[in-house]
């Protein structure tokens, strides 16, 4: 079965949807919030495991030219922060919460305690659900993430059909195969029909054009919202071979030499400020020229570079078929990241117990037509075919993270910071400028109901709902305003931060000690002022700890 026939296949699936179903989900259209600009259409595109500096117009070598029409398009924000990890990130940017407030402060297991259940609270609302409720059209695809419940005969009480979308495809869990994911889901069944050349990046970009397409051709008059997840680059490094061939000996000269370089260009761009100190290398990571197994290490990257132009393609398709269709103009298209770069190695005996038997379903031990994958970060073994399973590990995600200090599920920068681009030619005129006001990913519920001219509910299902936590991005999008916001806090697994004004805190870990870094002149984390600022330090601190008992970050499991 080829990419056409796969389209059509799930495609048909809409039918269900069609007519007056269909038109009875979009009722109760809310008016727009202002007369000069009609609320928009909205596509929120969340990548999984890039890093800050990945992408070319935040200062990358990986050819990504249609996001970077994107960024150079509208507007490319500085100082975006996620919470740490991937699924955390998901529960809060889906619900507006903070993610142990969503109950998803950990991974997807229930530890006993409100704030890490690995399931979405029912006192929570998602976009899909609020925006449902405006008259939108809801649609996901890809990397769903926020519900301990995966098996196709168990409980889908938080699947995405039952939070609030009108049509899924993608995997319940939260990694795993491109060319075999388990958890493959189309609405609520499994769908197994693959095709010798499926490719899940692809998947994902067929299947919402797909969605879109069938939405402007039933509903044409009715906004829509997709949120378009996908798992690129997260490891496993799976990627075609014509992909690879494209990125062979692009990163040649090593981690160091391309930090250097990556830097020099976002200095130029004004994405860094040249007060910053580039940190050291991590001192996990060798210098490059003493690196051993160099040529795997190469092709460590050259694979990760051949997951996210994938992804690049696949939102080219669907940006065309939005101007194609003469939507663009009046569609809000956000791009971002979970979390930092990934420096997670996967060659413990640890790793081999949860990918091959974790409670998350990350991986089979055979490929489908009975090879045995093999495991782990090997320099025998060159990654990217179907039966490998490997990481791009710590030195590649320094690199990933430039300038920052450190990488995923800690909450240096390295770790939580971002790109966010936004792009709406209706709506924002400010065209290829920066935004360096500090922002969060509790910010995009707000910004979607303002826009949108959606009621956040008080009450949904018979539940009380949390309210919003962040603030509307809207004022930024206008003009180079500060957005009126408070505190930004984070926490994962013990590591936490807060940031307020030109402050930052941060600890490494439950056991690590607090830092002090004013973010106006060393946002790279290099000075830490903890001793000579105590009464600064004790201030953030006290405001972290009164944020972690009223957010459920307490009680701890355990």
Not at 61 to 83: K, M, S, V, W, Y
Request: proline share 7%.
């Amino acid at each position: 079965m080829d990419r056409r026939e796969f389209v059509r296949r799930v495609s048909a699936g809409s039918a269900a949807l069609s007519g007056p179903a269909m038109l009875g989900s979009l009722a109760g259209c809310a008016e727009p919030l202002h007369d000069a600009v009609p609320r928009p259409n909205v596509v929120l595109i969340f990548s999984d495991d890039l890093g800050y500096s990945d992408i070319g117009c935040y200062g990358g070598e990986l050819r990504t030219p249609n996001i970077d029409a994107l960024g150079l398009g509208g507007l490319r924000f500085t100082n975006f922060i996620n919470a740490a990890r991937c699924c955390p990130s998901r529960a809060c940017i889906l619900t507006g919460l903070y993610p142990h407030q969503a109950g998803v402060g950990g991974m997807m297991n229930d530890r006993g305690v409100p704030g890490y259940r690995g399931d979405l609270g029912r006192d929570c609302v998602t976009l899909a659900e609020v925006l449902k409720g405006a008259g939108y059209g809801t649609y996901a695809t890809g990397k769903w993430h926020v519900t301990r419940f995966i098996e196709a005969d168990g409980p889908k009480h938080n699947w995405p059909l039952q939070r609030g979308f009108d049509r899924y495809f993608g995997t319940i869990t939260g990694a795993g195969s491109y060319f075999e994911p388990q958890t493959l889901t189309l609405d609520n069944d499994p769908f197994e029909e693959l095709g010798e050349d499926f490719y899940y990046t692809d998947a994902i970009g067929d299947l919402s054009v797909q969605f879109i397409e069938d939405h402007l051709d039933r509903t044409p008059g009715a906004p829509f919202f997709l949120y378009q997840s996908f798992t690129a680059p997260h490891w496993p490094l799976h990627a075609t071979e014509a992909d690879i061939a494209l990125a062979r000996g692009r990163f040649d000269a090593g981690w160091d030499r391309l930090r250097l370089e990556r830097h020099e260009r976002m200095l130029a761009a004004g994405i860094v400020d040249s007060r910053w100190t580039l940190p050291e290398r991590e001192v996990e990571a060798p210098p490059w020229d003493e690196a051993q197994n160099r040529d795997w290490h190469l092709r460590r990257m050259e694979v990760y570079a051949a997951q996210v132009e994938p992804m690049d393609r696949a939102i080219g398709r669907l940006v065309e078929t939005l101007r194609r269709r003469d939507v663009l103009d009046d569609t809000l298209i956000l791009f971002l990241s979970d979390n930092g770069g990934c420096a997670e190695e996967i060659n413990t005996q640890g790793w081999y117990d949860y990918i091959l038997r974790g409670g998350e379903r990350v991986s089979r031990e055979f490929t489908l037509d009975g090879r045995p994958i093999q495991v782990g970060n090997d320099p025998g073994v060159m990654p990217g075919p179907d039966d490998t399973y490997q990481s791009y590990g710590l030195p590649w995600a320094n690199l990933s993270n430039t300038p920052f200090r450190l990488y995923k599920a800690l909450t240096h920068t390295g770790g939580v910071a971002t790109p966010l681009i936004a792009h709406w030619p209706a709506g924002i005129s400010a065209a290829g400028e920066l935004r360096d006001q500090p922002g969060h990913l509790i910010d995009i519920m707000p910004t979607f109901v303002e826009l949108a001219g959606a009621a956040y509910p008080a009450e949904y299902s018979g539940e009380e709902i949390q309210p919003m936590e962040g603030v509307s991005l809207v004022p930024a999008f206008a003009d180079d305003q500060p957005l009126d916001r408070g505190a930004i806090y984070i926490e994962h697994e013990g590591s936490r931060a807060v940031m307020d004004g030109t402050w930052k805190a941060v600890a490494r870990g439950s056991a690590g000690p607090w830092e002090l870094y004013g973010t106006q002149l060393d946002r790279t984390e290099t000075r830490d002022l903890a001793a000579r600022q105590p009464g600064e330090l004790a201030r953030l601190t006290a405001m972290w700890e009164a944020w972690a008992n009223r957010a459920r970050v307490f009680p701890r499991p355990g």
